[in-house]
Antibody, heavy 120, light 110 residues
Framework: QVQLQESGPGLVKPSETLSLTCAVS?????????WGWIRQPPGKGLEWIGS???????YYNPSLKSRVTISVDTSKNQFSLKLSSVTAADTAVYYC?????????????WGQGTLVTVSS | SYVLTQPPSVSVAPGKTARITCGGN??????VHWYQQKPGQAPVLVIY???DRPSGIPERFSGSNSGNTATLTISRVEAGDEADYYC?????????????FGGGTKLTVL
């Protein structure tokens, strides 16, 4: 059974960089699939942030692209998210997920999510 | 960028049929996926490729997609179906392809 677990600071100061890691178990990232990050502000809907392949190939939401970096560490079977210059608008539950990519893209396994609050 | 429009809320009595729509320009030409999210939990995939159900999802959940509207149908609604539902597509039509989610629909079981 594929499992994903997000980890990282729950509180980040404005203008600083948010950093999260997603540890994957039950499946080797090197075996394939894309791996994505999605966020959900409190009481609001889902927003895709970006995704990465095990080779390191990435693609990002254009609205966040200038601030986002997603990387992968196949030796640790995990991938990471960095979001720079955060503001209160970046306060959200951040999810990592496995992404099936073909003619379309969809997410079949999700982590439980981690709340990140941006506040001084 | 591509926009998906969902009604904010849908209400249905137990045992009846709920229909949640997802509107988008020529959405029938895209594959639509649906997620169920209960309070405090991560989303769960309930329908993919318009109408396929992942293992473990009840047959009461079905989907369709044509023209400018995709629909998630939940038959014989149960109290446990109360949740937020999101549609999602892959938009490859713009200069910046990406994943797009609808705004979500809160399903209330009366």
């Amino acid at each position: 059974q594929v499992q994903l677990q997000e980890s990282g600071p729950g509180l980040v100061k404005p203008s600083e960089t948010l950093s999260l890691t997603c540890a994957v178990s039950g499946y080797s990232i090197s075996s394939g699939y894309y791996w994505g990050w999605i966020r959900q502000p409190p009481g609001k809907g889902l927003e895709w942030i970006g995704s990465i392949y095990h080779s390191g190939s990435t693609y990002y939401n254009p609205s966040l692209k200038s601030r986002v970096t997603i990387s992968v560490d196949t030796s640790k079977n995990q991938f990471s998210l960095k979001l720079s210059s955060v503001t209160a608008a970046d306060t959200a539950v951040y999810y990592c997920a496995r992404e099936i990519v073909g003619a379309t893209h969809l997410f079949d396994y999700w982590g439980q999510g981690t709340l990140v609050t941006v506040s001084s | 960028s591509y926009v998906l429009t969902q009604p904010p809320s849908v209400s249905v009595a137990p045992g009846k049929t709920a229909r949640i729509t997802c509107g988008g320009n020529n959405i029938g030409s895209k594959s639509v996926h649906w997620y169920q999210q209960k309070p405090g939990q991560a989303p769960v995939l309930v329908i993919y490729y318009d109408s396929d159900r992942p293992s473990g999802i009840p047959e009461r959940f079905s989907g369709s997609n044509s023209g400018n509207t995709a629909t998630l149908t939940i038959s014989r609604v149960e109290a446990g179906d109360e949740a937020d539902y999101y549609c999602q597509v892959w938009d490859s039509s713009s200069d910046h392809p990406g994943v797009v989610f609808g705004g979500g629909t809160k399903l209330t079981v009366l």
